[in-house]
């Protein structure tokens, strides 16, 4: 073991899971790789489903998560545990994924320790620090301190070259979140939720800092209004465990027929709840960039996004956390089959399920 090279990679949250899984899992199949997994755990029950689903035990696990956490608490805390870890551990490498509050103490971390940093997914922008927020500041700090940054998308790389990042350090990868997903989709996925299949499903994911209070109150009043005028349809919401989303959600839609409300899906029966939807209403992330390729058109309850490439292919569009154009535009893809074709077309912008394979090359590279 002693000159294989040590990765640390470090997720903290679900998406970050789902989206470093594929790389920690190809990594580890290297023979020059000693990879090593941290878990800030600033999830708790998602980040360990995930885990547990991809077969990843944590080698170190922080366990940071506390109720209801604040973001300033939460990376004072997150700096100081890595500061040890990462004396301790002495990586020759690290990566993580994203843009949270998790990735973002990382990059700085690593800065400080004078260690390389791997941005995955990296050079997503909205050019908007308060949109989504923190998201937005959080990528820029881990993009600025990086010395890879594994882009998804061309127009990602090309975000970063704006920032005067130098090309030969951009590789465009793919996101993969579409390798994890094809991982996953051929399997048999049990939603593990009683579904009337009489009725079409939409599901309703939403959770963005940027929209708690009113706009969540707008989602959920659109929401009701959609349920209410079309008895043919089901809405499955599993419900985000912070709890300026989940005491909103139950106090709003709590008591409505045709929606339920759940908790969080673990990730393949949320797939499988994605594969049997109708129609798809989310401010995800990972959710915009997995439905055009299983085929689902998505409203995204944001007015900008960072992922712009399947609103200009026309399979998602943004309606904001707004009442009017939320119901407008879900009874639309309801009422008009032709409306829904056009949206519903089974194109991916986001990669081809390579994305591991192209970041485990770069690195290989490098090391060799
Ligand atoms: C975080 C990320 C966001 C990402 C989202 C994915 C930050 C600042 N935010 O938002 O970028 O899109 O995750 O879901 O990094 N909780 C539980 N159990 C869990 C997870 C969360 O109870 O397994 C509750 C806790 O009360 C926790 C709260 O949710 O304090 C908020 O978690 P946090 O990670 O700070 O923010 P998210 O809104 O989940
Ligand atoms: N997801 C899940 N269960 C759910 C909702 C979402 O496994 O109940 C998955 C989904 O497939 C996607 C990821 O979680 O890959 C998105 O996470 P989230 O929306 O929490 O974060 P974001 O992508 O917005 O950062």
């Not at 882009?151 to 070259?161: H, K």
């Not at 989709?185 to 939720?193: F, M, Q, R």
Request: a negative charge.
């Amino acid at each position: 073991m002693t000159n294989r090279k040590k990765i640390l990679c470090v997720v903290g949250t679900r998406p970050e899971a789902i989206k470093m899984a594929p790389v920690m899992l190809a990594l580890k199949a290297e023979s020059w790789t000693n990879v090593r997994v941290l878990a800030t755990a600033q999830h708790r029950h998602m980040l360990d489903q995930v885990m547990n689903f991809f077969g990843i035990e944590p080698d170190i696990d922080l366990n940071i998560m506390w109720p209801n956490q604040a973001l300033t608490t939460l990376t004072a805390r997150l700096l100081l545990e890595l500061d040890d870890v990462l004396l301790a551990e002495k990586p020759d490498v690290v990566l993580a994924q994203g843009d949270t509050t998790t990735v973002m103490t990382v990059a700085l971390a690593c800065f400080y320790h004078r260690i390389p940093f791997g941005h995955v997914e990296a050079g997503l922008r909205t050019w908007d620090m308060q949109n989504p927020f923190p998201e937005e500041a959080n990528r820029v700090i881990a993009g600025r301190l990086a010395r890879w940054h594994f882009a998804p998308t061309e127009s990602s790389r090309q975000n970063l070259l704006r920032e005067g990042v130098s090309n030969a350090d951009i590789v465009v990868t793919g996101n993969t979140v579409i390798d994890a997903l094809l991982m996953t989709a051929s399997k048999e996925l049990d939603v593990g939720i009683e579904l009337d299949d009489t009725k079409r499903l939409v599901l309703v994911t939403f959770h963005r800092r940027e929209n708690f209070g009113e706009p969540f109150r707008n989602i959920c009043r659109a929401l009701r209004t959609l349920a209410e005028r079309n008895p043919d349809i089901q809405i499955l919401y599993p419900v985000h465990p912070n709890p300026n989303v989940k005491d909103v959600a139950h106090e709003m839609l709590g008591d409505c027929s045709n929606i339920i409300l759940c908790e969080p899906l673990d990730y393949a029966p949320f797939i499988g709840a994605m594969k049997k939807s109708y129609l798809i209403i989310s401010d995800s992330g990972g959710v915009q960039e997995e439905a055009p390729a299983l085929g689902k058109p998505v409203l995204v309850l944001r007015d900008e996004t960072e992922r712009p490439e399947a609103v200009e292919m026309g399979v998602v569009k943004l309606v904001g956390p707004n009442y009017e154009r939320i119901v407008e535009e879900a009874q639309l893809l309801l009422d008009d089959e032709s409306a829904y074709r056009a949206m519903a077309r089974g194109v991916s912008p986001y990669g081809d399920s390579k994305g591991a394979e192209r970041i485990v090359a770069v690195l290989r590279e490098h090391f060799a």
